[in-house]
């Protein structure tokens, strides 16, 4: 089967990540394409591409390929993706990879634990020579709400609970619990995480509905010095009611993983603030190898006839 | 029985020690006294006890005690008991509590996974506006060595290895196994963990033995860059070898909790330096309702004839 990788990635990544699809596909014809005008391929090998694999391809790119019938993203999040009017009318499936998940855990304990253990504080008091303890509820002590019960939001609800958190998920609609974890749902729900939890993790996927859900109205409703962890998308914050909130203590932290530009550009006063950890889009970088892995085998199920992994619902967006 | 809770405290704390202990022990006689002289109980009165329970007693006082018959006490740390000349030779009890032990498992995994993550040297990048992705293994990729396999050691190992680092735990004199913890003992066994770990934690007791472990030999035996997390005591560390192996970047970061002089003074260098992390000696502190308990356990142990936890060895010392 000819399928074509098409994805703006700098040489080295497209290499890595070819060779990847290439070790995980190798009964099929794999050819990989930064969407370069200059370098296209010619229209016959376009035309006789089944399935894409995509990584930032450039808007417009898709609706080329007469033959497309599956377009299996290289990221779990989409939303790029849908924004192009151009995306071909064909299943859509995001990454699933239970690696990034995992990761993702990983990401979210190590923020969370910063927040609750009080980091920011201490290195206040540290650049100004103060030794001077604070109250430290302990773990179990501490409400963490995680926003998005996805694979991603799932993975890192579970470490937190699993190491002694009292945390609750939230998902717009009714999930499987998961153990430890108190279940969330819906406009009640939502309102019922923002109003108690201290440290405030989102995992969303970027949709219409999502779209600056962090803004004053979820700010005003949480607890006040609350932290917030966002690794989901940059569009989900409204960064101007952020820094209010931030100005008037009402958030006491944020971890600011996502960006709507990124890089965030360096004249950015957010890199500046005290109150504020910047990290650069790395809480759950993909890995091509098991992304290869997993995307391979999600094309395995559509071509025996079995249902996608991560099929898009063009519907919610994800 | 008359039991006397000797304790260099500040009043109000005197107050909710005092309280807690009385509430953990109804049946006996417990008097407070700071070891204040001018407000000495009568010496009839000293001479009535048979326990003391102690936190930074002063010097000598407890030799004034004809009828002592069990020190116990308050805190996990005997070094600077053991430091008094005159402490008496009846057996010496240090504070074994399982809530002390979580919370240094809790405090040990949130630095561990600052430096696993590189948060400081993405906070180095934010102060200068700089957007760069860093290489970043996995939890199950970075080994992590927990120096003293005592309580605090064993439950930090544990949760660490729990949520997916590659742990192993070194003691002095082989202990049983911990699930997914390997563990090292003697001096060949701290040649391994030095040489391996990338990121060190020190949980042991401060003794004669273990005084400047941390030092020149022991950093240049480490893999260049690896990260330290000090909560045992201050004097393990030989600061001045400290500052020359971060210098270096032999050290790549360290979380110091705990130092020689207690607070650590506001004209200390360490307090400016980027690649070091103070905090208060908070990591565990006592929590006087958990340890009230454990003290009213083990004394109850010791009227039965029981043997005691946490029975202190003078000559290991711990």
Redesign the interface.
């Known amino acids: 089967m000819s399928i074509l990788f098409l994805a703006d990635l700098a040489a080295e990544e497209l290499g890595i990540w070819t060779q990847a699809l290439r070790a995980s596909l190798p009964d099929d014809d794999i050819l990989a394409w930064t969407g370069d005008a200059a370098c296209a391929p010619a229209a016959k090998v376009q035309a006789g591409v089944t399935v894409a694999i995509v990584a930032n391809p450039p808007p417009g790119r898709l609706a080329r390929l007469p033959g497309l019938r599956l377009v299996q993203s290289a990221w779990a999040g989409v939303d790029a993706l849908l924004a192009d009017p151009a995306l071909p009318a064909v299943p859509l499936a995001r990454l699933v990879d239970p690696q990034l998940a995992?990761?993702m855990a990983?990401?979210v304990?190590?923020?969370v634990?910063?927040l609750?253990?009080q980091?920011p504080a201490?290195?206040a008091?540290?650049a100004r020579?103060?030794?001077?303890?604070?109250a430290?509820p302990?773990?179990a002590e501490r409400r963490v709400g995680v926003l998005g019960m996805g694979e991603m939001g799932q993975a890192s609800a579970a470490?937190l609970a699993?190491?002694?958190f009292d945390v609750v998920g939230w998902s717009r609609r009714p999930r499987e619990p998961l153990p430890g974890v108190a279940m969330a749902s819906g406009a009640d729900g939502l309102d019922h995480v923002l109003g108690t939890a201290q440290i405030l993790v989102n995992l969303l996927p970027l949709t219409p509905q999502t779209q600056g859900l962090l803004g004053a109205g979820a700010f005003a409703r949480m607890p006040r010095g609350a932290g917030l962890v966002n690794a989901g998308r940059g569009g989900h914050v409204v960064v101007p009611d952020l820094i209010a909130a931030l100005d008037a203590g009402q958030i006491g932290h944020a971890v600011l993983d996502v960006f709507t530009v990124?890089?965030?550009p360096?004249?950015?006063p957010l890199?500046?603030r005290d109150d504020v950890?910047?990290?650069?889009?790395?809480a759950a970088?993909t890995d091509p190898r098991s992304a290869a892995r997993a995307i391979a085998a999600n094309i395995s199920r559509w071509r025996a006839g079995e249902a996608l992994v991560g099929l898009v619902d063009r519907g919610t967006g994800y």
């Open positions: 995992a990761d990983e990401a304990l190590g923020h634990l910063a609750h253990r980091m201490y290195r008091q540290q020579g103060v030794w001077q303890p604070l430290q302990r773990m470490l699993q190491v002694g990124e890089p965030l360096a004249s950015d890199w500046r950890t910047i990290t650069p889009h790395v970088p």
